[in-house]
């Protein structure tokens, strides 16, 4: 038997055998190529936003969407309110995320670093007072009675009936002082960092949390609308609230400004709880040292004020401290890793320092030495 002959290869095989190996070329290409997220401003506007951006546009996202599906009257009046909120939001954000006010040179720096604090801030500053139009738009439902029923079944009681009999001028008038105290909190916590803390860890922990807090809860009104126990209970209390200035303030401001379905979560119990908490994690830096012990008895107080003055169920306050613990933790937690995560892609810090451009000191020319 004949020895079969090796195989020849056709034409074919051989011209592709000749060619050269590109494939190491192509994956060199393919690693100094720029990816879309990098070479395009659309990308890299992308990259330049932080957890807390996503966090107010998504609430915008959802009111919109409760406003567009809602049964409440004036729907259309509170859709060009959010329309207008989320195109300020918006506008901000591609000012400074966008890069549109360059950091190019100390000035611009400066501006960019503030329009962006003030850009978060007014946004949900705003959300807040617009509640009272937004939330009977969205429904014209309350559901005091279902909270009412859940409190008896699993708590068995209601403090503000409970503390009906301890009604005074006086116990009223030192609740209210601390339930009016809750806007000094807030604004002994929020303005410093809006316009003065540049540590970014404490920065971006802060904004997760507080911005989790206060836009968390303004969704969930809309999901439980109620009055509270001062209208729901109105016929089983015995003893009238009267007290002096701070409960006139108290119903001046509830009246002015109030959303008035704006009971779960407890807002007067979720972010000075939150505070509370952030500073006892931070005692170790100035000033948390000395002022979390005060902050932690003035939430106390604010806390059995809700329920004291008839504002709140007890549900609310077991929601209210469930989200302000949620959103520490979520800003413990989520803060290391985006800061680590924009280090590794070169991404500048979530909150760039704010630092006034001081003009820089004029020298005598006779007095600078000969070059």
């Known amino acids: 038997m004949r020895g079969q002959e090796p195989a020849q290869p056709n034409d074919m095989t051989a011209e592709l055998t000749a060619l050269p190996d590109t494939s190491a070329a192509r994956n060199e290409g393919r690693a100094h190529a720029p990816r879309w997220h990098e070479s395009t401003w659309v990308g890299r506007f992308q990259r330049n936003l932080a957890s807390h951006d996503y966090?107010?546009?998504?609430?915008?996202?959802?009111?919109?969407?409760?406003?567009?599906?809602?049964?409440?009257?004036?729907?259309?009046?509170?859709?060009?309110?959010?329309?207008?909120?989320?195109?300020?939001?918006?506008?901000?954000?591609?000012?400074?995320?966008?890069?549109?006010?360059?950091?190019?040179?100390p000035i611009g720096a400066f501006a960019n670093a503030f329009f962006y604090r003030m850009t978060l801030f007014a946004a949900t500053f705003l959300s807040y007072f617009q509640l009272r139009t937004i939330l009977p738009a969205v429904s014209e439902r309350a559901v005091d009675a279902q909270i009412y029923a859940l409190d008896m079944k699993v708590f068995g009681f209601e403090p503000s009936l409970a503390w009906d009999h301890f009604v005074t001028p006086q116990t009223t008038e030192w609740f209210a002082f601390f339930y009016f105290g809750y806007f000094f909190i807030l604004a002994i916590h929020v303005l410093p960092f809006v316009f003065a803390v540049n540590d970014e860890k404490l920065m971006s922990q802060f904004a997760i949390g507080i911005f989790t807090v206060f836009l968390s809860a303004h969704a969930l009104y809309m999901a439980v609308p109620g009055y509270g126990p001062y209208r729901f209970l109105a016929s089983e209390f015995h003893h009238e609230l009267t007290g002096g200035r701070f409960w006139h303030l108290v119903l001046a401001t509830v009246d002015s400004v109030g959303a008035q379905k704006d009971i779960f979560p407890s807002l007067h119990t979720a972010a000075p709880t939150f505070f509370a908490i952030y500073s006892w994690r931070h005692r170790d830096k100035l000033p948390f040292k000395y002022t979390w012990p005060i902050v932690a008895f003035c939430v106390s107080q604010i806390i059995i004020a809700t329920m004291f003055l008839r504002w709140h169920y007890l549900i609310d306050i077991f929601a209210g401290l469930t989200l302000a613990t949620i959103a520490n933790l979520l800003g413990a937690y989520l803060s290391p890793w985006e800061i680590a995560h924009r280090k590794r892609l070169g991404v500048p810090p979530i909150f760039d320092p704010l630092v006034f451009p001081l003009p820089k000191p004029l020298t005598n020319a006779a007095e600078e030495p000969a070059e």
């Open 55 to 105: 966090v107010i546009g998504s609430y915008f996202v959802i009111v919109f969407f409760a406003l567009l599906f809602g049964e409440g009257p004036g729907r259309p009046h509170s859709m060009h309110i959010m329309l207008m909120d989320f195109s300020l939001f918006f506008g901000g954000l591609l000012l400074t995320r966008g890069g549109i006010i360059k950091k190019t040179t």
